[in-house]
Structure formats: C-alpha cells, structure tokens
Nanobody, 129 residues
Framework: QVQVEESGGGLGQPGGSLRLSCTVSGRTFGSYSVGWFRQAPGKEREFVAAISWSGGTTPYSDSVKGRFTISRNSARNTVFLQMDSLKPEDTAVYYC??????????????????????WGRGTQVTVSS
C-alpha cells in the first residue's frame, strides 16, 4: 500500500523561508509524478507545483512562480518544496499527491487534482509576523 506523508510545515515570517518534504513509501506503480496543492481557510484547494519522475518538468502556479522550488532526491522517494519570500497569502494546509499514470500516458505532471491518486494528510503552513 502506498503511503504519502508531508512534513516541514509550521510558522514562517513574511519574506522568510520554509521547506516542505513529501515522503513516499510502499509499493508504487510506475514512474510517478508528484504534485503539491494547498487549501487556505474558506477557499478551494489549488495547485502549487508538480514534478515529473525525472525531475525535468516542473510546472508552477503563477502565484508561487519564482518564489517556490520543487525538487526530488536521487532515490525519487522524497519531494521537496522550498518556499522562499513567503507571503501571508501562502498560509494554507499543503498537500502532496502522487500521479502514477502520467508517465505511462506520456503526459507531463498535471495541475488537475483528479489526476492524482494518492494523497497525504497535509501539513499546516502559517505565514505571519
């Protein structure tokens, strides 16, 4: 069974940095992409960033482009989200998810939630002075 677990959330200051980790364990299927999403209070969940199996394709939402960086380790079982120049509007619960079919279908990592089949429980990020 596949398990996805986020860590690294907490309190950050405006202009500061936090780094989130997403650890994948268990029997995965194929060469999976990983996506980060977030949900702020009273808002719908939204796409943040994603990374392909190779790490060569990394789409970002416009709201985080240039401030956040997604990467994965060489073992490809951990994905990081480096968040710099934090803003109060980055406050949200951050979720990590797997897309195990993207590579098979020959498509890049997606911003669509329905492409992702395994989700973590989320980690809270609060940006406040």
């Amino acid at each position: 069974q596949v398990q996805v677990e986020e860590s690294g959330g907490g309190l950050g200051q405006p202009g500061g940095s936090l780094r989130l980790s997403c650890t994948v364990s268990g029997r995965t299927f194929g060469s999976y992409s990983v996506g980060w999403f977030r949900q702020a209070p009273g808002k719908e969940r939204e796409f943040v960033a994603a990374i392909s199996w190779s790490g060569g394709t990394t789409p970002y939402s416009d709201s985080v482009k240039g401030r956040f960086t997604i990467s994965r380790n060489s073992a490809r079982n951990t994905v990081f989200l480096q968040m710099d120049s934090l803003k109060p509007e980055d406050t949200a619960v951050y979720y990590c998810a797997l897309d195990q079919i993207a590579s098979m279908q020959g498509r890049p990592p997606s911003a669509r939630e329905d492409r992702y089949d395994h989700w973590g429980r989320g980690t809270q990020v609060t940006v406040s002075s």
